[in-house]
């Protein structure tokens, strides 16, 4: 059974940075690729960043040059650090494994496995 357990989140001000970790039971972790999605309250889930096994990554334009993605394959985790924060920011972040490689993995559908989240505030 795959687990997503992510954790780092919290309240932060403005500028300020977080990393969040995530956590994976999965013996195919290391040619997986991952990503992470974030939804704000009243919003749909959106793509944040995604990393490859070989650890090609991609970022949404909202978080590029902020935002870094990084795999750590010993540990089977996925870390996401974030910087320069802002209150546009503030949402639940979660990570998933693709599992469908027909669809963009910018896609909510590439991924089968999700997380539970992890919330993250940007108090302005």
């Known amino acids: 059974q795959v687990q997503l357990v992510e954790s780092g989140g919290g309240l932060v001000q403005a500028g300020g940075s977080l990393r969040l970790s995530c956590a994976a039971s999965i013996r195919t972790f290391s040619s997986s690729a991952m990503g992470w999605f974030r939804q704000a309250p009243g919003k749909e889930r959106e793509f944040v960043t995604a990393i490859s096994s070989t650890s090609n990554t991609q970022y949404s334009d909202s978080v590029k040059g902020r935002f870094t993605i990084s795999r750590d394959n010993a540990k089977n985790t996925v870390y996401l650090q974030m910087n320069s924060l802002k209150p546009e920011d503030t949402a639940v972040y979660t990570c998933?494994?693709?599992?469908?490689?027909?669809?963009?993995?910018?896609?909510?559908?590439?991924?089968?496995?999700w997380g539970r989240g992890t919330q993250v505030t940007v108090s302005s």
């Open positions: 998933a494994v693709r599992t469908k490689f027909s669809t963009p993995w910018t896609t909510r559908g590439a991924y089968g496995y």
